[in-house]
Structure formats: structure tokens, C-alpha cells
T-cell receptor, first 115, second 116 residues
Framework: AQSVTQLDSQVPVFEEAPVELRCNYS??????LFWYVQYPNQGLQLLLK??????LVKGINGFEAEFNKSQTSFHLRKPSVHISDTAEYFC?????????????FGKGTKLSVKP | DAGVIQSPRHEVTEMGQEVTLRCKPI?????LFWYRQTMMRGLELLIY????????DSGMPEDRFSAKMPNASFSTLKIQPSEPRDSAVYFC???FGGGVSYNEQFFGPGTRLTVL
């Protein structure tokens, strides 16, 4: 079975600084990878996804992530964060060919951007 | 497009009471998912439907939990009787299968349940 580990539960950062949110996964088969964002009191929304092809994936709001198969990682990055990026970020994994319900989420990383 | 609609947004009830959470998926979507989010366990899939049929309910914690989808535009998650440990945020999500292995799940705003 696949699993997801988000190494940091909280990441504080100053506005305009770069940020990296770490995600490692475990699976015995090929996977799809995702980052979702949850703003306070809202549902999750898709930030970006890796299905195949280029390992560098660009998403909304200036975020990007890089799939590293050898390190089983899918870290999320942004070169310069804004106050409005304060939210909780979830990494998720799904096996190729798995059922639609087989989307496994990490525990989340709370990003706090300070002025 | 109104997105996934959930009601109520907040529910406070007393232990032993029945609780019903409601969800309206995005029109045209053929998959519907119910998740529970807690600090301790994170986001867990409870059950999901395809074309109104329950496909996997292995995440439903106990017999106190039940879910139905009587038609393509409505689903309910019921807890009877409710217990304090059921306190959580419950999310509904929907997606369009389209015959491919993965499609984006669109989440509703959630229902925050507090059982006293």
C-alpha cells in the first residue's frame, strides 16, 4: 500500500522569502502525485499534479514541484511567498491503475507567512 | 458553477443524537467521496460512490456511520448515535471519471461537527 510523509507539520517563513514544503511517498508501483491547498475554513483545492512527463510541474499561484523518483520525493517550492499563501498544504499519492478512491493524503504542512 | 455544496457548515449536537450531513456534487460528476479530517488522523476517506453506487466503504469507522446517494445530485452521511470522538470536519468531494485512471477531486467547504 502507498503512504505519504510530510516531514514538517509547520513552516513559518517571512514574506518574500523562498519556501520548500517536503513530501516523501512510498509505493511499490508507479504513482500520480498531487499537492492540495486548504485555506482557513475552506475545502481543499488542487495546486498542481504530476501524472507523467516532465518532472518539474508548475501549478497555480506561482508554486512548483519536482518529482524525484530515485528519492521518492515530490517537494513543493515557491521562490517568494506572500501573506496570502498562509494555508495548510497536503501532499497526496495515487497508484497507477488504482481505483478512483485510492488517493492517500499526508498529514499536512501549515505554512505561516509573516510580514 | 456552484461547486460542491455541503450543509450544514457547522453542527453542534449532543452525544446520542442523530446527525445528518448533506452534499450536492458538481453537476455531471459521477464520483462522490466522503472524507473526515481530524488533527490526530488527518484526512481519511470514509466511503465513495460511482454512479450513485457505493464502491468502497472500508473507511467507515463503525456501524453508527451510514451513507446514501439516492440520486446523482445528492448524498447524505448519517451518524446515529453520535459520540464526542466523531467531532471532526467532514468533507464531500466529487470528480468526473471519464474513463481515465485519475481525475481531479473537487472539495466542498466541509461541515464542522462538534458532539458534546
Amino acid at each position: 500500500a502507498q503512504s505519504v510523509t510530510q516531514l514538517d507539520s509547520q513552516v513559518p517563513v517571512f514574506e518574500e522569502a523562498p519556501v520548500e514544503l517536503r513530501c516523501n511517498y512510498s509505493s511499490s508501483v508507479s504513482v500520480y502525485l498531487f499537492w492540495y491547498v486548504q485555506y482557513p475554513n475552506q475545502g481543499l483545492q488542487l495546486l498542481l499534479k504530476y501524472l507523467s512527463g516532465s518532472t518539474l510541474v508548475k501549478g497555480i499561484n506561482g508554486f512548483e514541484a519536482e518529482f524525484n523518483k530515485s528519492q521518492t520525493s515530490f517537494h513543493l517550492r515557491k521562490p517568494s511567498v506572500h501573506i496570502s499563501d498562509t494555508a495548510e498544504y497536503f501532499c497526496a499519492v495515487k497508484n497507477y491503475g488504482g481505483s478512483q478512491g485510492n488517493l492517500i493524503f499526508g498529514k499536512g504542512t501549515k505554512l505561516s507567512v509573516k510580514p | 458553477d456552484a461547486g460542491v455544496i455541503q450543509s450544514p457548515r457547522h453542527e453542534v449536537t449532543e452525544m446520542g443524537q442523530e446527525v445528518t450531513l448533506r452534499c450536492k456534487p458538481i453537476s455531471g460528476h459521477d464520483y462522490l467521496f466522503w472524507y473526515r479530517q481530524t488533527m490526530m488522523r488527518g484526512l481519511e476517506l470514509l466511503i465513495y460512490f460511482n454512479n450513485n453506487v457505493p464502491i468502497d466503504d472500508s473507511g467507515m469507522p463503525e456501524d453508527r456511520f451510514s451513507a446514501k446517494m439516492p440520486n446523482a445530485s445528492f448524498s447524505t452521511l448519517k451518524i446515529q448515535p453520535s459520540e464526542p470522538r466523531d467531532s471532526a470536519v467532514y468533507f464531500c468531494a466529487s470528480s468526473f471519471g471519464g474513463g481515465v485512471s485519475y481525475n481531479e477531486q473537487f472539495f466542498g467547504p466541509g461541515t464542522r461537527l462538534t458532539v458534546l
